[in-house]
């Protein structure tokens, strides 16, 4: 019997929000299950995982080279402390499986489960693993990936885990316009959601405020999370005679709500936000950061090429493309209608009961295999 899984994941939305997740899925199927998620002091879910009802356990944040060297084991003293600190969470739990979720505390994880024989899961959100899941997949055979051709051995395409109100979330039209109506907008109205994660994005602030008269003058109205920084500023650039509502919130605290009161998004390009995106079917002009890797090109690429979305770079989007590319959109029933199905169909609707699933085949593994388990 599965009693106690640990769930590593930490620092980002992108690593945190899949733990609780799959933690919320073992939950509803057992909630006598002991649910452990090991995190920082400091990362973001140090708030969300209280906040959701679940324990959290701490071990210190360790930077980690890029790539999975021998160096890694020479980090001065830090990765031993923090391997250290997870096995004693391990076994003071008596957890059956670690499932790691990419980031600081998923190394120390990965590595106090094999030294303690304690079956690895794997789940990597981004379609280019990093350096921690590298190391976890060397591990074991349970790994769940969230896109094609993620280059991680043995990878089983299982997509992002989700929330249940996410995966059940309802936008017929009675649904947004009860949504709009919660926002203060007109329920009958396209409706553009604007935001760039929980600070905002100032470049999408810029433009989309630029152009406010014009999209409000084609009918359409606008939701823009700004970020609780920026909120001021966008709201000083608007016109006090705009044809349409046009509301400016520092940030969303219900994103499923707004997801339900939109026609279509504007955003950067995350790995939760892409998948929550397809899951919803709630299609999107995506602008990835034009930072790091190139990983937000890639995580809107299946969405993008499927029909269910478009994709700007960051230097191009401006009032023009704004005119050009997304006005006609917007104002045409038939084009959303057609995007929004296409979006759904990029989805993975049932990640989260696949990789319970692997879960429970990792504890299972454990009891058929005891004396090799025990052996590493």
């Known amino acids: 019997m599965l009693r106690s899984v640990v769930l590593a994941g930490g620092g980002t939305a992108g690593h945190v929000e899949p733990a609780l997740a799959v933690a919320d899925a073992l939950r509803a199927a057992d909630p006598r299950m002991r649910l452990t998620l090991l995190g920082t002091e400091s990362g973001l879910e140090a708030r969300l995982v209280p906040a959701r009802g ?29 391997v250290s600190q997870a096995s004693a969470t391990l076994a003071r739990v008596r957890a059956d499986v670690v499932v790691g979720f990419g980031g600081y505390v998923s190394v120390p994880a990965y590595l106090a489960a094999r030294r303690a024989g304690i079956p690895i899961v794997v789940h990597e959100a981004n379609p280019l693993p990093g350096v921690a899941n590298r190391i976890g997949a060397r591990f074991t055979s349970y ?21 249940p109100e996410i995966l ?18 007109d329920p009958d109205r396209v409706t553009l959601l604007v935001f760039g994660g929980s600070q905002g994005a100032r470049r999408l602030n810029d433009v989309i405020s630029s152009v406010a008269r014009e999209i409000t003058a084609s009918g359409v109205q606008v939701l823009h999370a700004a970020g609780p920084k920026n909120a001021d500023t966008v709201l000083a650039a ?9 509301v400016v919130r520092p940030y969303l605290d219900h994103m499923a709500s707004a997801y339900a009161a939109a026609d279509m998004a504007l955003c950067r390009s995350g790995a939760m936000t892409c998948a929550e995106l397809a899951a919803v079917g709630l299609p999107a002009v995506y602008v990835p950061l034009p930072h790091g890797n190139g990983e937000q090109r890639r995580n809107a690429l299946p969405t993008v090429e499927a029909g269910g979305g478009l994709m700007v770079d960051d230097a191009d989007l401006s009032a023009q493309w704004v005119s050009a590319e997304l006005l006609p959109v917007l104002t045409s029933a038939e084009r959303l209608a057609k995007m929004s199905a296409a979006c759904a169909g990029s989805g993975h609707p049932d990640a989260v009961n696949m990789i319970v699933s692997m879960i429970r085949e ?5 009891r058929r295999q005891p004396a090799r388990h025990a052996a590493r």
Not at 143 to 163: D, E, K, M
């Open 362 to 366: 990792a504890a299972a593994s454990r």
């Open 54 to 82: 679940y324990e959290l356990a701490t071990v210190p944040k360790v930077p980690l080279p890029r790539r999975p060297t021998p160096s890694l084991l020479t980090v001065p003293g830090r990765l031993a402390g923090a």
């Open 143 to 163: 790994v769940a990936v969230s896109y094609p051709n993620t280059p991680l051995r043995g990878g089983q395409l299982t997509g992002i885990p989700l929330r």
């Open 168 to 185: 059940r979330l309802d936008r017929s039209p009675a649904a947004a316009r009860a949504a709009r109506a919660g926002y203060d907008l």
């Open 238 to 246: 608007l016109p006090a005679d705009l044809a349409a509502p046009y």
